[in-house]
């Protein structure tokens, strides 16, 4: 007997641990095969059809999430055309809840299987009679249920990762729990009767593994990761105690019960070893109570504050919009505070309505309208009409390109002092790309820096061009060492450029003899150092993060030399080194220099 496993992922680099986990635990048998096939949503159904055919399958059983529930159903009626003794089972969160109506539906699908699968799938691949199998909805002349199967032990399932070779270029995820003891109404994941924790010992013998192997990025699937002090701390030092200095582990925390002691723990973590994700969603009292939330926003906030100034630890947090109670001003609010904390990403989320968790069931108390097919987001509440939603939909999209991007740190930092609050300004460079008709085009990332700039120049900030010139090309030159000048950067006058030519070629030059500022470049003469690196001259302290829309320009530039071979471990920055009067520069008064 063959059977595809067969998962169609939203992207090339995710991939469908379900899968390889159902095809570990059934383990191996003499007659059967046991295969997975893996696309994503952007292939087409046509090549998706012709690739199952050529496994010839004695059975499909597909994994159904949000995100590939469209295609799924697409390709379903197909299947039987080409394959027509195949047998179709599904499985996962898009059919678990409704597995009667999706049977109905499609009377070409043989059965689904009903939460969680691992036990339910080697009964199935065992052959066991279906009547005798826990956790299915099948087909048999009628439609039959079997009943609730038992939530399975973590620590019985085998390790997914024995091979690394078909997750290459592809995040690796991974699982220490399930379940999550949180009862959020918009959550699947509150539908867990309890947390199971994967044994300590079998969890640090995998993530070495992951380890030894140098994988790039390992992603952490607990619901709460933080749910129990022991288990958090435990991994947490595992991993600064056995740190490859490569690879990075990303968790999704609760933040505000995390203790001193976690705290002091995570201070210690190299830049870049770990990544937090923090669901915040809201800081309206009225709707945390409403979706069953209970967070301490004063400890949530001090927390996030913690680790932020240890400069160690990447921190995104998240928003949702469309929850109850909250109308647009109130999301403000809630943007506003959350931007507020300064997490290196913040992601502006819309409420998917699914079916199987409360929110689902309080929709229409709520006069929710939302999407009837995947994802299910929302269009509107009573409190939140669809022509908001759109403004949010808009701000989320200029939150994603100029703040998550962090191309444009200095920039928008800048800007922001000129607007009312922090999401005045999203909103209005949402206003302003609609206006020039930019939310059509998909631009280059030069041209982001070139928008900016036209947007900077209907605001306050006209007044100072200058300097918004000089922290653009600041902006740019942290990140990338561009040759072709963009037309915002300031242009010099060819007096000025001949003088700067030859302090710059004077300076490379020392460093060929003396090496005080790259050490990294020994290999290299005076004419590589100046293509690997770029200096900058500046009439504005563009570096300092205070800088203000009225501060004045100083008579006496400063020259900035920034170096791409050491970039800041969390935010990817190149190195810089600030000389201040760099155009009267001598041998004797280089001690003056300042160091960023």
Same mark, same amino acid.
């Given at each position: ?120 799938? @080697?009964? /199935? ?5 279906? +009547? !005798? ?7 048999? $002349?009628? *439609?039959? =249920? ?90 947490? @030092?595992? /991993? ?5 200095? +490569? !690879? ?7 933040? $505000?019960? *995390?203790? =001193? ?92 309505? /699914? ?5 689902? +069931? ?235």
């Amino acid at each position: 007997m063959k059977i595809l496993l067969t998962a169609i992922n939203a992207k090339y680099i995710h991939s469908n641990p379900a899968l390889y986990s159902l095809r570990a635990y059934a383990g191996e048998a003499e007659g059967r095969e046991i295969q997975i096939a893996e696309y994503t949503i952007n292939h087409h159904r046509e090549d998706i059809l012709a690739d199952l055919y050529r496994h010839k399958p004695d059975m499909i059983a597909f994994s159904c999430y949000i995100w590939n529930w469209n295609m799924v159903s697409l390709l379903l009626p197909e299947i039987p055309k080409i394959l027509p003794g195949t047998k179709i089972w599904l499985g996962g969160p898009e059919v678990s809840y409704d597995a009667r109506q999706r049977l109905e539906r499609f009377p070409m699908v043989t059965g689904i299987m009903v939460g969680e699968g691992e036990e339910t799938f @080697r009964e /199935l691949a065992g052959g066991r009679p279906l +009547e !005798t199998i826990r956790g299915i909805v099948y087909r048999q $002349d009628g *439609i039959h =249920e079997t009943g609730e199967r038992e939530l399975t032990d973590l620590s019985g399932l085998p390790f997914l990762y024995q091979r690394l070779e078909p997750f290459e270029n592809r995040i690796i995820y991974y699982e220490s729990s399930r379940g999550c003891p949180y009862r959020c109404s918009y959550c699947l994941s509150s539908i867990d009767k309890k947390v199971r924790l994967r044994a300590p010992d079998i969890v640090e013998k995998e993530l070495q593994f992951f380890l030894d192997h140098k994988v790039k990025q390992v992603k952490f699937v607990d619901r709460t990761f933080n749910c129990s002090h022991e288990h958090a701390m435990g991994i947490w @030092r595992y /991993l600064l105690e056995h740190d490859n200095g +490569e !690879t990075n582990f990303h968790f999704e925390i609760e933040a $505000d019960i *995390i203790s =001193e002691e976690e705290l002091e723990l995570l201070s210690g973590a190299r830049p870049g070893l770990m990544q937090m994700e923090i669901g915040v969603q809201t800081v309206n009292p009225d709707t945390l109570r409403e979706i069953r939330r209970s967070t301490d926003m004063d400890r949530l906030r001090y927390v996030v504050e913690r680790i932020r100034q240890g400069h160690n630890i990447h921190v995104h947090l998240d928003l949702i919009a469309g929850l109850p109670y909250e109308d647009y001003d109130s999301f403000r609010h809630s943007f506003n505070v959350v931007y507020g904390m300064k997490p290196q990403q913040l992601q502006l989320g819309f409420l998917k309505v /699914l079916k199987g968790a409360r929110m689902y +069931e309080m929709a229409a108390a709520y006069g929710m309208q939302y999407l009837d097919t995947p994802p299910y987001e929302v269009l509107s509440t009573k409190w939140l009409p669809y022509d908001k939603v759109l403004l949010l939909k808009e701000v989320e999209e200029m939150v994603e390109t100029y703040y998550n991007s962090n191309q444009f740190v200095y920039t928008i930092r800048l800007i922001e002092q000129v607007f009312p609050d922090a999401f005045g300004l999203y909103l209005s460079l949402a206003q302003f790309y609609r206006e020039k008709g930019y939310f059509t085009q998909t631009p280059a990332r030069s041209f982001r820096y070139e928008v900016l700039f036209e947007f900077a120049m209907t605001t306050a900030l006209r007044e100072q061009e200058a300097l918004m010139r000089e922290v653009l090309t600041y902006d740019l030159y942290l990140r990338e060492n561009v040759k072709n000048r963009p037309s915002f950067v300031p242009r010099m006058d060819d007096s000025m450029k001949e003088r700067y030519k030859k302090q710059i070629r004077a300076f490379y030059e020392r460093e060929e003899a003396e090496r005080n500022y790259l050490a990294d470049y020994t290999a290299y003469d005076c004419r590589q150092m100046a293509k690997m690196t770029h200096m900058e001259l500046y009439s504005y302290p563009v570096w300092q993060e205070g800088i203000t829309p009225q501060e004045k320009p100083s008579e006496r530039p400063a020259a900035v030399l920034f170096d791409y071979q050491r970039r800041d471990l969390l935010t990817h920055e190149a190195r810089t080194i600030v000389f201040p009067d760099f155009m009267e520069e001598t041998q004797a008064d280089r001690k003056n220099q300042e160091w960023k």
